[in-house]
């Protein structure tokens, strides 16, 4: 069973940044398009953003363009996630998972935005 492994997650201030990672180890990531969900509390997942495999084609949920920027390194088999501008409406726990007819995820890491 593959498992993504994410890090990058915790409480910031209104306006703060984080950065997600995303990393397979021992697994062909690159093949994959990568994607980042949302889950506030009480609701279901929410697509925040996609990578697709080559790396250049990039797309954003409405709220969070010109803030999120997704970017994956290939030698470091590794998709991040660049959160800035953060607002409490971004807080929720936030997966990537790996998409080529078969989804392989991250285990999900918490991130809150409040003062």
């Known amino acids: 069973q593959v498992q993504l492994v994410e890090s990058g997650g915790g409480l910031v201030q209104p306006g703060g940044s984080l950065r997600r990672s995303c990393a397979a180890p021992?697994?062909?990531?690159?093949?994959?398009?990568t994607n980042w969900v949302g889950q506030a509390p009480g609701k279901g997942h929410e697509w925040v953003s996609t990578?697709?495999?080559?790396?250049?084609?990039?797309y954003y949920e409405d709220s969070v363009k010109g803030r999120f920027t997704i970017s994956r390194d290939y030698a470091k088999n590794t998709v991040y996630l660049q959160m800035n501008s953060l607002k409490p409406e971004d807080t929720a726990v936030y997966y990537c998972?790996?998409?080529?007819?078969?989804?392989?995820w991250g285990q999900g890491t918490q991130v809150t935005v409040s003062s």
């Open positions: 021992g697994f062909t990531f690159s093949t994959y398009s």
């Open positions: 998972y790996a998409d080529n007819a078969v989804r392989y």
């Open positions: 990578i697709n495999n080559d790396g250049v084609n990039t």
